[in-house]
């Protein structure tokens, strides 16, 4: 069975940074494509950032792009997303998810595109 298990949210103040961890279990992280989303208070879900290792691809939206790192580790079967100087815009609840099958890169941020689900991490920014 496919589990995704987020973590690593919390309350930070503006500028500062957090690591989100998504711990898989039922597969090997390097073989499957892995999204990041959040999702803010009436706000769609938003593809945050994407990686697959066996297509050596990664996305992120701008608003991230030269703050937010995603990562995989196959020995730890974890993907993890470094956010550096968040800001209020960054509060959400992120989610990280699973994509079965091997998407192509302009398909990484559609939620559609992902199978699998964990549950959501609360990051909050204080201002």
């Known amino acids: 069975e496919v589990q995704l298990q987020a973590s690593g949210g919390g309350l930070v103040q503006a500028g500062g940074s957090l690591r989100l961890s998504c711990a898989v279990s039922?597969?090997?992280?390097?073989?499957?494509?892995f999204g990041w989303f959040r999702q803010a208070p009436g706000k769609e879900r938003e593809g945050v950032s994407c990686?697959?290792?066996?297509?050596?691809?990664?996305y992120y939206t701008d608003s991230v792009k030269g703050r937010f790192t995603i990562s995989s580790d196959n020995a730890k079967n974890t993907v993890y997303l470094q956010m550096n100087s968040l800001t209020s815009e960054d509060t959400a609840v992120y989610y990280c998810?699973?994509?079965?099958?091997?998407?192509?890169?302009?398909?990484?941020?559609?939620?559609?595109?992902?199978?699998?689900w964990g549950q959501g991490t609360q990051v909050t920014v204080s201002s």
């Open positions: 990686i697959s290792r066996s297509e050596n691809s990664t």
């Open positions: 998810a699973l994509a079965a099958s091997r998407p192509i890169v302009s398909m990484f941020p559609d939620p559609g595109t992902y199978d699998y």
């Open positions: 039922g597969l090997t992280v390097d073989d499957y494509t």
